[in-house]
């Protein structure tokens, strides 16, 4: 498994080298734009907007577009950096806090060998107290708020999406005064008591990914 990111975990007095391994993997970047008179990969090319120019990596900066459109060119290099190569324990929070619309993407986090026993020490001590550690630390150059707990004998680091990145659901039916009937309530209880069973993420297999990977074989 590739490392995303190594470093040091800081916890309290405490200070372990680690590293972070993606805990997943998507079905994508296999189907391609492609031509259909001999098969070739359509590139996309990085033109200019305004002078319809060809650009190269020198040609191009970055900027940040104002609410009338207007664009305001920028040096991330000028921007404050965050401390770079430590995740930094911030606090303990009860599990049950974690939002899962704020969790963005999910990270193994392996400790070296001489970090194991503050490792276990860690993990040991969220599965007891069923809390999460609420971290910071730089990832790609951005600080960036994370989540750590215990799962599967692991650590699992989540990323999480700042508060003004979630949206705040404001739909006109929450204002409406809607009544149920007890006897509705019953009987869809009775329904969901019926089919609840244990959740097995194996008893749904990516149906369309399979189908797809029928359909390269017959055409092979």
Same mark, same amino acid.
């Given at each position: 498994?590739?490392?995303?990111?190594?470093?040091?975990? &800081?916890?309290?007095?405490?200070?372990?080298?680690?590293?972070?391994?993606?805990?997943?993997?998507?079905?994508?970047?296999?189907?391609?734009l492609v031509h259909r008179e001999d098969s070739g990969?359509? *590139?996309?090319?990085?033109?200019?907007?305004?002078?319809?120019?060809?650009?190269?990596?020198?040609?191009?900066? &970055?900027? %940040?577009?104002?609410?009338?459109?207007?664009?305001?060119?920028?040096?991330?290099?000028?921007?404050?950096?965050?401390?770079?190569g430590v995740i930094d324990v911030q606090q303990f929070?009860?599990?049950?806090?974690?939002?899962?619309?704020? =969790?963005?993407?999910?990270? %193994?986090?392996?400790?070296?060998?001489?970090?194991?026993?503050? %490792?276990?020490? =860690?993990?040991?001590?969220?599965?007891?107290?069923?809390?999460?550690?609420?971290?910071?630390?730089? =990832?790609?150059?951005?600080?960036?708020?994370?989540?750590?707990?215990?799962?599967?004998?692991?650590?699992?680091?989540?990323?999480?999406?700042? /508060?003004?990145?979630? *949206?705040? /659901?404001?739909?006109?039916?929450?204002? &409406?005064?809607?009544?149920?009937?007890?006897?509705? =309530?019953?009987?869809?209880?009775?329904?969901?008591?019926?089919?609840?069973? /244990?959740?097995?993420?194996?008893?749904?297999?990516?149906?369309?990914?399979?189908?797809?990977l029928q359909l390269v074989e017959a055409n092979v």
């Open positions: 498994m590739r490392t995303v990111w190594r470093g040091a975990l &800081r916890f309290g007095m405490t200070t372990m080298t680690v590293r972070l391994v993606s805990a997943s993997t998507e079905h994508r970047g296999k189907v391609h990969r359509v *590139r996309h090319q990085q033109v200019c907007g305004e002078c319809s120019l060809r650009l190269t990596a020198d040609d191009i900066g &970055r900027g %940040y577009e104002l609410d009338d459109g207007r664009i305001v060119q920028i040096d991330p290099r000028d921007l404050p950096a965050p401390e770079d929070a009860p599990q049950t806090d974690l939002d899962p619309v704020a =969790l963005h993407r999910s990270y %193994y986090v392996e400790p070296d060998d001489l970090a194991v026993r503050s %490792y276990v020490l =860690l993990r040991e001590t969220l599965e007891r107290t069923k809390t999460a550690a609420i971290v910071k630390f730089a =990832l790609r150059g951005k600080e960036t708020l994370a989540a750590l707990r215990p799962q599967h004998g692991v650590l699992v680091l989540h990323t999480l999406l700042w /508060p003004d990145e979630v *949206r705040e /659901p404001h739909f006109a039916f929450l204002h &409406r005064d809607t009544e149920v009937r007890t006897g509705e =309530l019953a009987a869809a209880a009775a329904l969901v008591r019926a089919q609840t069973r /244990p959740f097995r993420p194996h008893d749904y297999p990516n149906t369309h990914h399979e189908a797809l």
